[in-house]
C-alpha cells in the first residue's frame, strides 16, 4: 500500500507516530486509491488528488476520472470510502465511545431542533440518538463541501436513531434536485451515514475484511 501513496502522503505518513494509526492510514489510503484507479482506468500510484479549501479531497480534474465524486472516514477499527459518478457525496463514521460528553457537543454543534430529541433520552438510547445525528450531520456537511462552523446551523438533521435519516435544512440550491440521507449498517458500535445529491437509483455496500 504504501509503494502506491504520493510523496505528500508519505510525509504525512512519517509524521504519525503510532504504528497502528500509521498502518490504518496506509491500508485506507491505499485502498481509496485502487478504487479510484479502478474507475478511472489508472494505476493506484498515478491517481491525482487535491484537497479542497476545506479540506475535502477530490481528484485532479485534469486527470482521468474528473466525474468521480469520493469521501472518506474513518474511525476506531472501521474506514468508510463512498463513490460517485457526477453527484456530490458525503460519508461519516463514528465508533461509539463511553468518555464522549453527549450534552456539551450536542449543545455546542447541534442545533435545537437536533439537540432537544437527543437530551430528552437517556443512557444508551441518548447515545446512539447522539451517534446517529453526529454521523448524519457530518456527511451532509462533507456532501456540502463547505466549513463545518459555516454550516452548523444551516445543515439540521433528524436525531432519532429508530427512525429513518431525513435531511430537515440545507443550503438552498435553487438549480439543483433534493439531498438525500442514509444511515449505513457498518457494523456493532459503530453508526455512519451517507448523503448525496439528489436520490441514487442503487446504492451498494461492500464490505472488506
Not at 462552523?149 to 429513518?164: D, E, F, M, N, T
Not at 441514487?200 to 472488506?208: I, M, N, R, V
Request: glycine fraction near 12%; charge should be positive.
Amino acid at each position: 500500500m504504501r509503494k502506491m501513496l504520493s510523496p505528500g502522503e508519505n510525509k504525512g505518513l512519517a509524521d504519525i507516530s503510532s504504528e497502528e494509526r500509521r498502518a490504518s492510514f496506509c491500508i485506507c489510503r491505499g485502498t481509496l486509491r485502487m478504487l479510484l484507479g479502478r474507475y478511472a482506468g489508472s494505476a493506484p500510484g498515478q491517481v491525482r488528488l487535491r484537497s479542497g479549501p476545506f479540506g475535502k479531497p477530490s481528484l485532479d480534474p485534469s486527470g482521468p476520472g474528473k466525474d468521480i465524486e469520493f469521501n472518506v472516514s474513518h474511525s476506531g477499527r472501521v474506514a468508510l470510502i463512498s463513490l460517485a459518478a457526477g453527484r456530490r457525496i458525503g460519508v461519516d463514521v463514528e465508533e461509539f465511545r463511553g468518555d464522549v460528553r453527549v450534552e456539551d457537543l450536542a449543545r455546542n454543534f447541534f442545533t435545537a431542533q437536533e439537540r432537544e430529541p437527543i437530551l430528552a433520552l437517556s443512557g444508551e438510547r441518548k447515545a446512539k440518538a447522539f451517534y446517529a445525528c453526529w454521523t448524519r450531520k457530518e456527511a451532509a456537511i462533507k456532501a456540502v463541501g463547505g466549513s463545518a462552523a459555516a454550516l452548523c446551523g444551516k445543515v439540521i438533521v433528524s436525531s432519532h436513531p429508530g427512525r429513518p435519516a431525513r435531511i430537515l435544512q440545507m443550503p438552498s440550491r435553487p438549480d439543483r434536485g433534493e439531498w438525500h440521507l442514509e444511515d449505513l449498517p457498518v457494523g456493532e458500535g459503530y453508526a455512519a451515514a451517507l448523503c448525496c445529491d439528489g436520490r441514487p437509483s442503487g446504492l451498494f455496500l461492500w464490505e472488506q475484511e
